[in-house]
């Protein structure tokens, strides 16, 4: 397996733009997990699924944030629109439970800079 | 909600020396993971701890959890430019695993020649 699969690495947009992150999952992980990293905040869990079905998305920052698994192997992240403050990495994570247990296998991330 | 400090927040040492970074959390340990990640790029499972006074190691980094002081701590014999990058303490939020992790804001280390 190539691992999880995030896309683009970097993005750079301007303020007031939609933005779509990308992700594949580890085939027969059945959590996916998206996390942010920030300096300031360090990585907070935004969203994860289970089956495709969303469990919790209490760490979504605001409604300009919205995330959709329509099928096992890929997942979306979309900020619309885009304001600086949104600014971070975004990291997507697999795994077959939530617990740490089995292991969180994670993508190689998505730079966002909101100019 | 559990939060994870870790201590300290950057360290810059000189290749060959030891060091020491911590993880405390504000609630009960159930299981503590330990991360690295090289800058970047994303996280890289290093170990994992359960049980009150278990102790891991993996080439020269060594593991440890202190249960009743709900504290983990990382240590590294003689440090190499590889061991540079972010390290992050994960936790289980409840006893049973249904919870994802959360995770401390990271140390950053850096080793120089």
């Known amino acids: 397996d190539a691992g999880v699969i995030q896309s683009p690495r970097h993005e750079v947009t301007e303020m007031g733009q939609e933005v779509t992150l990308r992700c594949k999952p580890i085939s027969g992980h059945d959590y996916l997990f998206w996390y942010r990293q920030t300096m300031m905040r360090g990585l907070e869990l935004l969203i994860y699924?289970?089956?495709?079905?969303?469990?919790?998305d209490s760490g979504m920052p605001e409604d300009r944030f919205s995330a959709k698994m329509p099928n096992a192997s890929f997942s979306t992240l979309k900020i619309q629109p885009s304001e600086p403050r949104d600014s971070a990495v975004y990291f997507c994570?697999?795994?077959?439970?939530?617990?740490?247990?089995?292991?969180?296998?994670f993508g190689s991330g998505t730079r966002l800079t909101v100019v | 909600s559990q939060e994870l400090e870790q201590s300290p927040q950057s360290l810059i040492v000189q290749e060959g020396k030891n060091l020491t970074i911590n993880c405390t959390s504000s609630?009960?340990?159930?299981?503590l993971y330990w991360y690295k990640q090289k800058y970047g790029e994303g996280l890289i499972f290093l170990m994992m701890?359960?049980?009150?006074?278990e102790e891991k190691s993996h080439e020269k980094i060594t593991a440890k959890l202190d249960e009743k002081k709900q504290q983990s701590s990382l240590h590294i014999t003689a440090s190499q430019p590889s061991h540079a990058g972010i390290y992050l303490c994960g936790a289980d939020s409840l006893k049973w695993g249904n919870t994802p992790l959360v995770f401390g804001k990271g140390t950053r280390l850096s080793v120089i020649a």
């Open positions: 701890l359960q049980k009150g006074g």
């Open positions: 994570a697999s795994s077959l439970f939530p617990s740490g247990s089995y292991g969180y296998t």
């Open positions: 699924f289970n089956n495709n079905v969303p469990i919790d």
């Open positions: 609630k009960t340990l159930y299981g």
